[in-house]
């Protein structure tokens, strides 16, 4: 079934296994996630899910958004998101059913959505990891410097502008990012808490989304098939 829930980044730290390994994790708070619409593919074209999460104070929300919740019979919230899902699957959902972290129980790999640290106005040589320029003598002033920019001055090879797509230096980081594929480590249902291997998108305290792994890699494929099979 499809899924998808919203929580917050808490930070890293680490976990053993029964075998003594270190294992770095990141623990997301999870949920818990409301219902507050449902898209039919009749009155909306096609069929979704739409879920809120984070309580606001009202007078810190907008009249619309406080009578959207409304409908659903919570308090205004902080975000909304929508998931996908097939028309057979819609009715497993309801307005004001609560998602929280224990439905992912079962899932072995999760795909995770945030917003990147911003890093504001950079350079070619961080925001691209250009090498720069000659740091022999006869270069002034210039190392860290893109170099010629206008070889291509056109998609087609002249002209007047640059071609579409030239890396140069500008604004850095605060992008969506999905981080797919991480292992789930450990689910604490009693404290919402959801612990996945490896770093997530984002600064500590930042919005996420959590959603089983739609394209998984091949090894992690064939575990999943192993344990389907079993």
């Not at 308090?75 to 909304?80: A, D, K, L, Q």
């Not at 998931?83 to 009715?91: C, L, T, Y």
């Not at 998609?155 to 850095?172: C, D, Q, S, T, W």
């Amino acid at each position: 079934m499809a899924l998808m829930l919203m929580g917050k980044k808490l930070g890293m730290t680490r976990v053993y296994t029964d075998a003594g390994v270190n294992v770095p994790v990141t623990v997301l708070s999870v949920g818990p996630c409301v219902v507050t619409q449902l898209r039919t593919a009749d009155k909306d074209g096609y069929s979704a899910v739409q879920i809120a999460y984070g309580e606001m104070k009202p007078r810190n929300s907008t009249i619309p958004m406080i009578g959207h919740d409304a409908k659903a019979g919570i308090g205004p919230r902080r975000f909304h998101r929508e998931f996908r899902v097939k028309v057979d699957e819609a009715g497993s959902f309801s307005a004001g059913q609560e998602l929280k972290v224990d439905a992912l129980n079962g899932t072995m790999y999760v795909d995770v959505i945030g917003t990147s640290k911003g890093k504001g106005f950079q350079g070619v040589m961080k925001r691209y990891h250009f090498k720069g320029m000659f740091a022999s003598h006869g270069t002034e002033r210039k190392h860290r410097s893109p170099g010629s920019i206008g070889g291509l001055c056109s998609n087609r090879g002249y002209g007047g502008g640059l071609k579409k797509g030239k890396r140069m230096a500008g604004h850095m980081g605060a992008e969506r990012v999905t981080t797919r594929c991480l292992d789930i480590v450990r689910i604490d249902a009693e404290k919402g808490l959801l612990l996945v291997k490896g770093s997530v998108p984002g600064a500590n305290n930042g919005m996420v989304q959590i959603r089983p792994s739609t394209r998984l890699y091949k090894s992690k494929a064939r575990k999943v098939a192993e344990k389907a099979g079993t």
